[in-house]
């Protein structure tokens, strides 16, 4: 009886073990085989990747320039402009 009483404490346990595992199964079970994904999205990843290598190739990286970020936007707020009149 003891044994009993001992299962019964972790009977919620249980059962959520078994529910996740039916869950995790049946999801298993029901999703899509990776190259079936593959296959039916091929052209969308054919065209990505055709359209990134055109990007690069024809604009090139672009230079990183001598200025800050945001240096230029700073001394506008600032109010000192060396274009000033």
Do not use: C, N
Not at 13 to 21: G, L, Q
Not at 43 to 59: Q, W
């Amino acid at each position: 009886m003891e044994i009993q009483a001992r299962l019964m404490e972790y009977k919620f346990h249980v059962m959520i073990a078994i529910i996740v595992s039916v869950l995790v199964s049946a999801l298993v079970y029901a999703a899509p085989r990776i190259l079936d994904t593959l296959a039916y999205f091929w052209p969308l990843f054919a065209s990505t990747a055709a359209f990134l290598a055109m990007a690069i190739t024809s604009g090139g990286f672009q230079q990183l320039s001598e200025e800050a970020t945001g240096e230029g936007i700073m001394e506008y707020v600032a109010g000192r402009l060396e274009d000033s009149h």
